[in-house]
């Protein structure tokens, strides 16, 4: 009896340790697609903060979206913008609005992992709309080797990877696809969780990767610095201008160049299949789902001053990570809108 | 009195369990009714949700372990029971039991990094070469898939036929056996012709009990079944289970609907396990009261 | 010797062969499973990952420190939860309930048991996350420890009842009352058989994922108190092996070693205590 109350008696104080009452703990959810770039700015903020946690899960867009909504998750992410229901319902929800803000610029890259092939392919927008629908079956179709003469693509059979969970990495993916094939749109559509046709889903866009790293023949979509973090090969894609585009730092600038001047007060835009001849086709922005009213005045001033220093040096770390930075329009009128957030 | 509180509590804590998955699941039960189980289309942008590739691949993940889980553990369980000298079957036994204990995400864990090349680039491919006539071998290898599913189950459940059928196996009164061998029978013939019959309840308790330990598993099927919402003949094809798709659709269901289809599947899910559970038990009851009431001391 | 009866012969030795083969496929499935995470968690366990946090996704160098406290922390709750439910639910069973009670009690417990780790986590989110809107250590804990009464109650009942008549007839005789009975000396006589079943309950819900999933979600940081979501191993391991970091793979390899040699040693130690003490008679 003794012996198991010391025990019971070390534990809780063990566990109490982590017992802090004076630091903040908030928690976020949402897109994986920022995630690199979201754990990075929370570990540097808490550096800076060391009373304040800002936790932040990478679930997936639709979970940040549906988190939020409930009220589970202090903040949400997204990179496919609540649309018209999916605001009311907050509002029927809460009596009070969501706020977007836009964080970091990011990009939809096609990977892929052919045996034998390293070198960048060109997909042609009918070609990535084709295999996804299930039309384009192997890789030495017509379809993908007429762009990419002289390189040697096998026979075998593609094996589509998508995501498996409500996401906004899919959700630019597919309101590219929509934008640029006639047949997607009516057969699939644009949305965080579609019905796909064809392929092998993965949780998360890590998971993505992580299939498609392992699976020889495979084709799937994620965000660039994943690609990148884990040495795949990705493909440049054809703009509406025409051009084949590799995915980098300044053709996601170019292709946000207009939207930044005409940016909307809520701040929800698509820039997918962006005029301008060095913009890449599937960019995006990610946002930052900020209710529009806070009970605990400490969380709200906490998730405010996160805001305005990820607006300023935070902007800093996205492109050793390979996130463009948020045009100076834009960051501008995020600081005015932040003071909505009552 | 208070130990009858603490009872009646555990009473009251799955009565509401129940409760919240039939409230919870009310908008999609009206909605689609009995459809839900024979539409296979799982649309959250239309709003459109049927259970069956859910249903499907649940069963057929299921089926595929029990057809490899079964042979092996009943022959295990028979070697132990039969065959091993008491203290190898025990220190066996203990081995098996150990290995119903390793938790799930480690099998998955063990699936994505071991089995799943082994699969993609050794077992389909040679499948497909011998048996690729079959539907059931035929599309690509995408080393993910119902058959690995399977597989992987497989190993999970082989423990629990293992240790009840032995246990059973054991039970059965050496009077059976001794009859059988003094009537001419060889070693193989009483084991297969006398003892196994009698202790049959036990052994298929055995298997309903595994079943329900298959159709419940969440992580490791989640890791290795290829989440995709298919019917497929083929065991190649990637496909999706009730607990999957939950786990991985749950936390993000956006509306009402998309939300309570999944808990609607989660009750078909308990449903069927709490009806085999209930066979498995009634199995088990049935053979130790047959042994026993053989005048068994 | 007749031909037929070689035959048979033959068949009787092949096919008991062949049932050892399969005893051997499935000896031999343990310790291939036991080899591989030794080999690949060994090499990656580190005092790093003990003592470290996670760190930002991509970089190296990161540790599990906070999933272990996680789940160190939800698994006390469990037991804390869980066993007190299981045990005097056991002993209203053994030594106090009617036939038909006992039944109904018996069989809530049996369909507790049977329901997927999955659906448990649904019901803990729709009964702790969601009114509270907090995803939290307390949720998680809570849906472990409902997984952890059905196996401590029925098997503290079976080792309870296991304890023999004349004990209790004997204490009676004596002039104890049924409480004191029950504590001085029906529940020390069963006493190992307890603990172990609570060893066992609580190796099994240790390794639990999905429950968690919807409950206490998951931190980079330290979870403080008991309120906020938290890192726990199994989760970790599940995100990390599904990523493509190879520093992930190492650190779930490693995670699946400690989480499993916990088990197992927790197995062990159970399956030592119980043969030494009151075990159920073997018919």
């Given at each position: 009896?003794?012996?198991?109350?010391?025990?019971?008696?070390?534990?809780?104080?063990?566990a109490?340790?982590?017992?802090?009452?004076?630091?903040?703990?908030?928690?976020?959810?949402?897109?994986?697609?920022?995630?690199?770039?979201?754990?990075?700015?929370?570990?540097?903020?808490?550096?800076?903060?060391?009373?304040?946690?800002?936790?932040?899960?990478?679930?997936g867009?639709?979970?940040?979206?549906?988190?939020?909504?409930?009220?589970?998750?202090d903040?949400?992410?997204?990179?496919?913008?609540?649309?018209?229901?999916?605001?009311?319902?907050?509002?029927?929800?809460?009596?009070?609005?969501?706020?977007?803000?836009?964080?970091?610029?990011?990009?939809?890259?096609?990977?892929?992992?052919i045996?034998?092939?390293?070198?960048?392919l060109n997909?042609?927008?009918?070609?990535?709309?084709?295999?996804?629908?299930?039309?384009?079956?192997?890789?030495?179709?017509?379809?993908?080797?007429?762009?990419?003469?002289?390189?040697?693509?096998?026979?075998?059979?593609?094996?589509?990877v998508?995501?498996?969970?409500?996401?906004?990495?899919?959700?630019?993916?597919?309101?590219?696809?929509?934008?640029?094939s006639?047949?997607?749109?009516?057969?699939?559509?644009?949305?965080?969780?579609?019905?796909?046709?064809v392929g092998?889903?993965?949780?998360?866009?890590?998971?993505?990767?992580?299939?498609?790293?392992?699976?020889?023949?495979?084709?799937?979509?994620?965000?660039?610095?994943?690609?990148?973090?884990?040495?795949?090969p990705y493909?440049?894609?054809?703009?509406?201008?025409?051009?084949?585009?590799?995915?980098?730092?300044?053709?996601?600038?170019a292709?946000?160049?207009?939207?930044?001047?005409?940016?909307?007060?809520?701040?929800?835009?698509?820039?997918?299949?962006?005029?301008g001849?060095?913009?890449?086709?599937?960019?995006?922005?990610?946002?930052?789902?900020?209710?529009?009213?806070?009970?605990?005045?400490s969380?709200?001033?906490?998730?405010?001053?996160?805001?305005?220093w990820?607006?300023?040096?935070?902007?800093?770390?996205?492109?050793?990570?390979?996130?463009?930075?948020?045009?100076?329009?834009?960051?501008?009128?995020e600081?005015?809108?932040l003071?909505?957030?009552? | 009195?208070?130990?009858?509180?603490?009872?009646?509590s555990?009473?009251?804590?799955?009565?509401?369990?129940?409760?919240?998955?039939?409230?919870?699941?009310?908008l999609?039960?009206?909605?689609?009714?009995?459809?839900?189980?024979?539409?296979?289309?799982?649309?959250p942008?239309?709003?459109?949700?049927?259970?069956?590739?859910?249903?499907?691949?649940?069963?057929?993940?299921?089926?595929?372990?029990?057809l490899?889980?079964v042979?092996l553990?009943?022959?295990?369980?028979?070697?132990?029971?039969?065959?091993?000298?008491?203290?190898?079957?025990?220190?066996?036994?203990?081995?098996?039991?150990?290995?119903a204990?390793?938790p799930?995400?480690?099998?998955?864990?063990?699936?994505?990094?071991?089995?799943?090349?082994?699969?993609?680039?050794?077992?389909?491919?040679?499948?497909?070469?011998?048996?690729?006539?079959?539907?059931?071998?035929?599309?690509?290898?995408?080393?993910?898939?119902?058959?690995t599913?399977?597989?992987?189950?497989?190993?999970?459940?082989?423990?629990?036929?293992?240790?009840?059928?032995?246990?059973?196996?054991?039970?059965?009164?050496?009077?059976?056996?001794?009859?059988?061998?003094?009537?001419?029978?060889?070693?193989?013939?009483?084991?297969?012709?006398?003892?196994?019959?009698?202790?049959?309840?036990?052994?298929?308790?055995?298997?309903?009990?595994?079943?329900?330990?298959?159709?419940?598993?969440?992580?490791?099927?989640?890791?290795?079944?290829g989440?995709?919402?298919?019917?497929?003949?083929?065991?190649?094809?990637?496909?999706?289970?009730?607990?999957a798709?939950?786990?991985?659709?749950?936390?993000?269901?956006?509306?009402?609907?998309?939300?309570?289809?999944?808990?609607?599947?989660?009750?078909?899910?308990?449903?069927?396990?709490?009806?085999?559970?209930?066979?498995?038990?009634?199995?088990?009851?049935?053979?130790?009261?047959?042994?026993?009431?053989?005048?068994h001391p | 010797?007749?031909p037929?009866?070689?035959?048979?012969?033959?068949?009787?030795?092949?096919?008991?062969?062949?049932?050892?083969?399969?005893?051997?496929?499935?000896?031999?499935?343990?310790?291939?499973?036991?080899?591989?995470?030794?080999?690949?968690?060994?090499?990656?366990i580190?005092?790093?990952?003990?003592?470290?946090?996670?760190?930002?996704?991509?970089?190296?160098?990161?540790?599990?420190?906070?999933?272990?406290?996680?789940?160190?922390?939800?698994?006390?709750l469990?037991?804390?939860f869980?066993?007190?439910?299981?045990?005097?639910?056991?002993?209203?069973?053994?030594?106090?309930?009617?036939?038909?009670t006992?039944?109904?009690?018996?069989?809530?417990?049996?369909?507790?048991?049977?329901?997927?780790?999955?659906?448990?986590?649904?019901?803990?989110?729709?009964?702790?996350?969601?009114?509270?809107?907090?995803?939290?250590?307390?949720?998680?804990?809570?849906?472990?420890?409902?997984?952890?009464?059905?196996?401590?109650?029925?098997?503290?009942?079976?080792?309870?009842?296991?304890?023999?008549?004349?004990?209790?007839?004997?204490?009676?005789?004596?002039?104890?009352?049924?409480?004191?009975?029950?504590?001085?000396?029906?529940?020390?006589?069963?006493?190992?058989?307890?603990?172990?079943?609570?060893?066992?309950?609580?190796?099994?819900?240790?390794?639990?994922?999905?429950?968690?999933l919807?409950?206490?979600?998951?931190?980079?940081?330290?979870?403080?108190?008991?309120t906020?979501?938290?890192?726990?191993?199994?989760?970790?391991?599940?995100?990390?092996?599904?990523?493509?970091?190879?520093?992930?793979?190492?650190?779930?390899?490693?995670?699946?070693l400690?989480?499993?040699?916990?088990?197992?040693?927790?197995?062990?130690?159970?399956r030592a205590?119980?043969?030494?003490?009151?075990?159920?008679?073997?018919?």
């Amino acid at each position: 009896m003794k012996k198991i109350a010391a025990m019971l008696a070390i534990f809780l104080g063990l566990a109490g340790i982590s017992w802090a009452d004076s630091s903040l703990s908030i928690t976020g959810a949402g897109a994986t697609f920022p995630y690199p770039m979201y754990s990075k700015w929370f570990d540097e903020y808490h550096k800076k903060n060391a009373n304040l946690s800002i936790n932040y899960q990478s679930i997936g867009s639709g979970g940040g979206i549906k988190q939020v909504t409930e009220g589970t998750v202090d903040f949400g992410a997204t990179d496919g913008p609540m649309n018209d229901d999916q605001l009311k319902a907050y509002q029927d929800k809460h009596g009070f609005g969501i706020l977007h803000f836009p964080t970091v610029l990011g990009a939809d890259v096609p990977a892929y992992n052919i045996p034998g092939v390293t070198v960048e392919l060109n997909f042609t927008p009918e070609a990535i709309a084709g295999i996804f629908l299930g039309k384009i079956t192997k890789w030495n179709d017509p379809a993908i080797s007429g762009p990419n003469k002289g390189v040697a693509l096998p026979g075998d059979d593609i094996v589509v990877v998508h995501r498996s969970e409500g996401s906004g990495t899919t959700y630019i993916w597919t309101d590219y696809l929509s934008k640029v094939s006639e047949e997607w749109k009516t057969k699939v559509g644009k949305g965080a969780s579609v019905n796909w046709p064809v392929g092998l889903g993965a949780k998360g866009n890590e998971s993505v990767a992580g299939t498609i790293k392992n699976t020889p023949d495979s084709f799937g979509y994620v965000e660039l610095i994943y690609a990148i973090q884990n040495n795949m090969p990705y493909g440049r894609v054809k703009n509406s201008s025409g051009a084949f585009v590799k995915a980098d730092l300044a053709s996601v600038t170019a292709a946000a160049a207009g939207a930044a001047k005409s940016m909307p007060d809520d701040f929800r835009v698509s820039i997918t299949d962006a005029p301008g001849k060095t913009a890449y086709p599937i960019s995006s922005f990610t946002w930052l789902l900020v209710p529009a009213k806070f009970s605990d005045a400490s969380k709200r001033d906490a998730i405010k001053g996160f805001v305005k220093w990820m607006l300023a040096d935070g902007q800093n770390y996205t492109e050793a990570l390979s996130y463009a930075k948020l045009p100076k329009e834009v960051v501008a009128k995020e600081l005015k809108a932040l003071n909505n957030v009552q | 009195m208070i130990t009858f509180l603490f009872a009646a509590s555990v009473v009251l804590v799955t009565v509401l369990l129940v409760f919240e998955l039939w409230q919870g699941s009310v908008l999609s039960r009206h909605k689609f009714g009995f459809n839900f189980f024979r539409t296979s289309v799982w649309d959250p942008i239309f709003e459109q949700f049927g259970a069956l590739p859910f249903i499907y691949g649940t069963l057929v993940t299921a089926a595929v372990s029990l057809l490899i889980a079964v042979p092996l553990g009943i022959g295990a369980a028979i070697f132990l029971a039969e065959l091993a000298p008491a203290r190898v079957s025990d220190t066996l036994e203990f081995f098996i039991d150990l290995l119903a204990a390793v938790p799930s995400v480690i099998y998955g864990v063990l699936g994505i990094f071991i089995v799943v090349p082994l699969m993609r680039q050794y077992i389909q491919p040679a499948l497909k070469h011998s048996l690729g006539f079959l539907p059931l071998f035929q599309g690509p290898a995408y080393g993910v898939g119902f058959l690995t599913a399977g597989i992987v189950l497989a190993i999970m459940v082989i423990p629990y036929i293992i240790s009840v059928s032995r246990e059973v196996l054991l039970s059965v009164p050496r009077d059976q056996r001794e009859a059988a061998l003094s009537l001419g029978a060889t070693h193989w013939e009483s084991t297969w012709r006398v003892v196994v019959p009698f202790a049959r309840s036990g052994i298929f308790g055995s298997i309903f009990l595994a079943l329900a330990r298959a159709l419940g598993e969440t992580m490791a099927v989640t890791m290795v079944i290829g989440n995709n919402p298919t019917i497929s003949a083929s065991l190649f094809s990637p496909g999706y289970s009730i607990a999957a798709v939950i786990a991985n659709e749950f936390t993000e269901a956006t509306g009402e609907l998309h939300t309570q289809s999944l808990i609607e599947l989660g009750l078909v899910l308990f449903i069927l396990t709490f009806i085999l559970n209930g066979f498995a038990r009634l199995l088990m009851v049935a053979t130790s009261q047959r042994g026993s009431r053989l005048g068994h001391p | 010797m007749s031909p037929r009866l070689r035959w048979r012969k033959f068949v009787s030795g092949f096919m008991l062969t062949l049932t050892g083969v399969c005893a051997l496929v499935a000896v031999s499935v343990l310790f291939l499973i036991l080899g591989y995470l030794v080999y690949h968690g060994g090499t990656s366990i580190s005092w790093n990952f003990f003592t470290k946090l996670p760190v930002p996704v991509g970089e190296t160098g990161g540790g599990m420190a906070n999933a272990i406290l996680g789940s160190a922390k939800m698994l006390l709750l469990a037991s804390l939860f869980g066993v007190p439910f299981g045990f005097f639910g056991a002993i209203y069973l053994a030594e106090f309930s009617g036939a038909t009670t006992a039944f109904v009690v018996r069989y809530a417990a049996d369909l507790l048991n049977g329901v997927p780790s999955i659906v448990i986590g649904i019901f803990a989110y729709s009964l702790v996350v969601h009114p509270f809107r907090q995803y939290s250590t307390l949720a998680g804990g809570f849906a472990l420890g409902l997984m952890m009464i059905p196996i401590t109650l029925r098997s503290t009942e079976e080792f309870l009842r296991s304890v023999p008549n004349d004990f209790r007839e004997g204490a009676m005789a004596l002039g104890a009352s049924k409480w004191k009975t029950i504590a001085t000396v029906i529940v020390p006589a069963a006493y190992r058989g307890i603990l172990t079943a609570v060893l066992l309950a609580f190796a099994r819900v240790a390794g639990e994922t999905a429950p968690l999933l919807f409950t206490a979600l998951g931190n980079q940081f330290w979870s403080p108190g008991w309120t906020q979501p938290t890192a726990s191993l199994p989760v970790m391991i599940y995100t990390y092996a599904l990523a493509p970091y190879d520093d992930w793979h190492r650190q779930a390899w490693a995670a699946g070693l400690v989480l499993l040699g916990l088990i197992l040693v927790i197995n062990i130690v159970a399956r030592a205590i119980l043969s030494r003490g009151i075990a159920v008679p073997r018919s």
